[in-house]
């Protein structure tokens, strides 16, 4: 028996934002970033939309992007003096997550970070508190998926955070709050909403629920994410492309993730490259890579009208280029003497991410090494 995990109740479409009021509870804590979704409003509709209904509203802003552990325990610390029944996060990918971590702590302030990192670790939640994701970008999927991605600053490490407790007992995927969503940050989402659901499908978990959910993401980012970038103000390119985020937030919290995240993770943490482009950069070798070990690439290619394993992994180098995603760390701006003193702490921190276990072929030390090196000027390489 195999049990099918996402969020508990999901609301998508335009002005899904209204499913807000149907909830019940008397103060929440809000968790969101700097300033973008004062800008864009979306933090005031989500206080009024409350405050109508008699809550009490406290706000926790200013998350970072890669949100730090002390982040965290500052946010967490906010909540113990405020005591909410509902938690939100409200922002990017950053603030979300930054959200559940708080959660976490929250409900058991005495959890050492070390144990929360450990796979599935993380004791019962929903004792004092429950979870509402409201994304305003359309890449993670976090409001569909059991997990988040913290920062230690001090080790230079991002450390995925993996228990289904983290799942949202609530979902809004309302693609209004993702209009003013700048071109390189859609590029960068919607690259990774793809790397998971390609991830998700070829990793070495087999779920049919979660393939597909995959499919299903990957057939909407094509056919979404370019016109997305270069017509920005369109409701149905950001709403399908936001839909495409939860479905592929579905698919990999089912089966996982692989070395493509892996990678990313720690580009992240000692070069602050945005997460996206992280995925984008290492995904066409990393897909040369698995395909030795694994004939999934030839259903997604089917799946797209292609006739090989080759020519999806082409379309998927093409789909960069036309939503202009660099195609190298050269091109990023980092120097090459920077880049390789990196390598192998890299290499080895992705070893031990828990993403590596589920990688449909087993990876290296030195295999990580090697597609590290080939980022740095875009090479394609085979296995």
Same mark, same amino acid.
């Given at each position: 028996?195999?049990?099918?995990?996402?969020?508990?109740?999901?609301?998508?479409?335009?002005?899904?934002?209204?499913?807000?009021?149907?909830?019940?509870?008397?103060?929440?804590?809000?968790?969101?970033?700097?300033?973008?979704?004062?800008?864009?409003?979306?933090?005031?509709?989500?206080?009024?939309?409350?405050?109508?209904?008699?809550?009490?509203?406290?706000?926790?802003?200013?998350?970072?992007?890669?949100?730090?552990?002390?982040?965290?325990?500052?946010?967490?610390?906010?909540?113990?003096?405020?005591?909410?029944?509902?938690?939100?996060?409200?922002?990017?990918?950053?603030?979300?997550?930054?959200?559940?971590?708080?959660?976490?702590?929250?409900?058991?302030?005495?959890?050492?970070?070390?144990?929360?990192?450990?796979?599935?670790?993380?004791?019962?939640?929903?004792?004092?508190?429950?979870?509402?994701?409201?994304?305003?970008?359309?890449?993670?999927? =976090?409001?569909?998926?059991?997990?988040?991605?913290?920062?230690?600053? &001090?080790?230079?490490?991002?450390?995925?955070?993996?228990?289904?407790?983290?799942?949202?007992?609530?979902?809004?995927?309302?693609?209004? &709050?993702?209009?003013?969503?700048?071109?390189?940050?859609?590029?960068?989402?919607?690259?990774?909403?793809?790397?998971?659901?390609?991830?998700?499908?070829?990793?070495?978990?087999?779920?049919?629920?979660?393939?597909?959910?995959?499919?299903?993401?990957?057939?909407?980012?094509?056919?979404?994410?370019?016109?997305?970038?270069?017509?920005?103000?369109?409701?149905?390119?950001?709403?399908?492309?936001?839909?495409?985020?939860?479905?592929?937030?579905?698919?990999? =919290?089912?089966?996982?993730?692989?070395?493509?995240?892996?990678?990313?993770?720690?580009?992240?943490?000692?070069?602050?490259?945005?997460?996206?482009?992280?995925?984008?950069?290492?995904?066409?070798?990393?897909?040369?890579?698995?395909?030795?070990?694994?004939?999934?690439?030839?259903? &997604?290619?089917?799946?797209?009208?292609?006739?090989?394993?080759?020519?999806?992994?082409?379309?998927?180098?093409?789909?960069?280029?036309?939503?202009?995603?660099?195609?190298?760390?050269?091109?990023?701006?980092?120097?090459?003497?920077?880049?390789?003193?990196?390598?192998?702490?890299?290499?080895?921190?992705?070893?031990?991410?828990?993403?590596?276990?589920?990688?449909?072929?087993?990876?290296?030390?030195?295999?990580?090494?090697? &597609?590290?090196?080939?980022?740095?000027?875009?090479?394609?390489?085979?296995?």
């Amino acid at each position: 028996m195999v049990k099918l995990y996402g969020a508990g109740t999901l609301y998508h479409g335009p002005k899904s934002i209204e499913s807000l009021k149907t909830i019940t509870g008397t103060r929440a804590v809000i968790v969101t970033g700097h300033s973008s979704t004062r800008e864009n409003g979306s933090l005031q509709r989500v206080c009024d939309m409350l405050q109508e209904k008699g809550w009490v509203c406290d706000v926790f802003s200013g998350v970072e992007p890669d949100p730090s552990i002390d982040t965290v325990r500052k946010g967490a610390a906010f909540m113990q003096e405020k005591q909410p029944d509902w938690i939100i996060g409200l922002g990017g990918t950053s603030s979300i997550d930054a959200a559940k971590a708080m959660w976490v702590l929250y409900e058991h302030p005495e959890l050492p970070f070390e144990t929360m990192i450990k796979p599935f670790a993380i004791p019962a939640l929903r004792n004092k508190a429950r979870f509402v994701a409201i994304p305003t970008t359309s890449g993670t999927g =976090t409001e569909t998926t059991s997990l988040a991605v913290i920062t230690d600053r &001090l080790k230079g490490v991002k450390y995925p955070i993996a228990s289904h407790e983290l799942q949202p007992d609530l979902a809004i995927v309302d693609g209004d &709050l993702c209009q003013s969503m700048p071109a390189d940050v859609t590029a960068n989402t919607g690259m990774d909403a793809l790397t998971h659901c390609i991830e998700a499908y070829v990793s070495n978990v087999e779920d049919n629920y979660a393939d597909a959910f995959a499919k299903g993401g990957i057939q909407l980012i094509f056919a979404n994410l370019k016109n997305a970038v270069e017509n920005p103000d369109n409701l149905a390119y950001r709403q399908n492309m936001h839909d495409a985020s939860a479905l592929a937030g579905y698919a990999f =919290t089912n089966s996982w993730l692989g070395i493509v995240h892996s990678m990313a993770h720690q580009m992240g943490a000692i070069f602050g490259i945005p997460h996206g482009r992280a995925n984008a950069l290492a995904l066409p070798n990393v897909m040369r890579y698995n395909a030795k070990a694994t004939d999934r690439f030839d259903d &997604l290619a089917k799946l797209m009208g292609l006739s090989s394993a080759c020519e999806f992994i082409k379309a998927v180098e093409n789909l960069k280029k036309d939503i202009h995603v660099p195609a190298s760390i050269k091109e990023y701006g980092i120097a090459r003497e920077d880049w390789m003193k990196e390598v192998h702490r890299m290499a080895e921190n992705a070893h031990l991410d828990v993403c590596t276990s589920f990688n449909p072929r087993p990876a290296t030390v030195e295999d990580l090494e090697k &597609l590290y090196i080939a980022l740095y000027e875009g090479e394609s390489v085979d296995f």
